[in-house]
């Protein structure tokens, strides 16, 4: 069975990780979300990556099915904002191999925590992504060793 285009684009632009660094209203954040994902679902994909929209400026790039997109305000520059879009999505390329939406999905926290990584009050706060992934595969091995099972010995520090 067919699907139309308008039934196949409601279930495009599904927020799967947001990250705000300004304080903002529930209801100021979904509006503002709902009008970003409409106005960049309905751009061509030919067109730039940039945008004005209100006082600030948007950038975004498609991977694939996924769309990473960034607001900005309007003196910062979108080229290093298009780079760390591209290094988020490196990031998340190497740790989940090939990263597709269901990785977000079903691992959100993991992608949250990259992100938190590699990026600290919307600055790049490590730029090699050798030490973020680093970073990531330490807090795996941590979290590893606290889901563990212990013995009884081990709980009160015998062994």
Known sequence: ???????S????????????????SDKERKKISRDL??????R?????SFLEWRDLKIVYKRYASLYFCCAVEDQDNELITLEIIHRYVELLDK???SVCELDIIFNFEKAYFILDEFLLGGEAQETSKKNVLKAIEQADLLQEEAEAPRS???EIGLT
Do not use: D, H, N
């Open 1 to 7: 069975k067919k699907i139309s285009k308008k039934s």
């Open 9 to 24: 684009k409601i279930r495009q632009g599904k927020l799967r990780l947001q990250k705000w660094y300004v304080p903002l």
């Open 37 to 42: 994902v409409q106005t960049i679902l309905a």
């Open 44 to 48: 061509k994909p030919k067109m730039c």
């Open 95 to 97: 740790y989940f191999g």
């Open 152 to 154: 009884v010995l081990e």
